[in-house]
């Protein structure tokens, strides 16, 4: 089992920025990908972005160029740095960790971290 906990959400002015982190704990041994993905009422939760173990990264077109993720595999830990925030984004924020066990894949997700984008 993988436990994620993230941290750094809050209220944040239009054009501001925000870093949101999450660690995760546990058989952390097997971790593939980690990711972040949003909600907001009566929508579906949509991927925001995600990182493989090696680097690599996938972003939703919405927030290219403005939001960056990295991940320190020593600290089991990815992070999510938001700039040029805009209302739209505003959401609870979800960690995702994928634990790879031979051609099998577990989602752990954390409890959600509210981002509010507002003057």
């Known amino acids: 089992q993988v436990q994620p906990v993230e941290s750094g959400g809050g209220l944040v002015q239009p054009g501001g920025s925000l870093r949101l982190s999450c660690a995760a704990s546990g058989s952390t041994f097997s971790i593939d990908a980690m990711g972040w993905y949003r909600q907001t009422p009566g929508k579906q939760r949509e991927l925001v972005a995600a990182?493989?173990?090696?680097?690599?990264?996938n972003y939703a077109d919405s927030v290219k160029g403005r939001f960056t993720i990295s991940r320190d595999n020593a600290k089991n830990t990815v992070y999510l740095q938001m700039n040029s925030l805009k209302p739209e984004d505003t959401a609870v924020y979800y960690c995702n960790v994928r634990e790879a066990k031979g051609s099998l894949y577990y989602d752990f997700w954390g409890q959600g971290t509210q981002v509010t984008v507002s003057s």
């Open positions: 990182i493989t173990r090696g680097g690599s990264t």
